[in-house]
């Protein structure tokens, strides 16, 4: 993957769908939200559809457009951020898989860019109890383990928002849209047990929680390459691999 492939709209055309004959589709969900001085308001989408990117080059699935608007509202302390409601995001993730059904694609997977979509579990775990083909990716546990493949060395619970993971990311896939100042950037606040209440105004100045100093096109690469690796699991469980 070169380093300005991941692209936010898909350019494939409906014969190039059929030809696919996908029964299970990737939706990137993203965000419009700060990620301080140095990094887009669209990061979380962009960093979403860098892994459906991989993730459609490896694997036999139909990729969508990202939804750029979520729940961001944490953030609203800085300008710039744009959020909808919870019940917004599951009513158009919902149309979007009754949609999909309808022509076959009986699958859907949300490939989450932003942490604050808590919803999203609710989504799968009722779509999965009425007897839809739906999963969530990546869980926090294939981040770690591609962030451990590929050499970050900020901790999750540290790396919260605009930091080295991030910022790797899209140093592979889209380096034209770092700027400069990430070098010196850092700053952490690990205990953020009001930020449900407070938002997070109160622990950074900057809107950035993490390392992004440490952060490297080669880890983004890696982690990528990692996160592809580990989504093979998830599609079979959907039942198709």
Known sequence: MDSIASHALPTETTRDVAERKATVAVLPVGSYEQHGSYMPLATDTLVACAVVDRIAAAHP???LPPLTFSCSQEHSAWPGTVSITSSTLVAVIRDIAASLRRSGVTGL???NGHGGNYVLRNVVQEATADGQRMALFPTSADWEEASAKAGVETPARSDMHAGELETSILLHTRP?????????????????RHLHTLGLGPYTESGVVG?????????GEDVLAAL?????EHLRLLGRE
Do not use: I, M
């Open 176 to 192: 034209d849209v770092v700027r400069e100042g990430f070098e010196s950037a850092d700053w952490l606040s690990d205990d953020r």
């Open 61 to 63: 699935v139909q990729p």
């Open 109 to 111: 997977v949300l490939v």
């Open 211 to 219: 390392r992004p100093s440490l952060g490297t096109a080669r880890k």
């Open 228 to 232: 592809a690796d580990s989504f093979e």
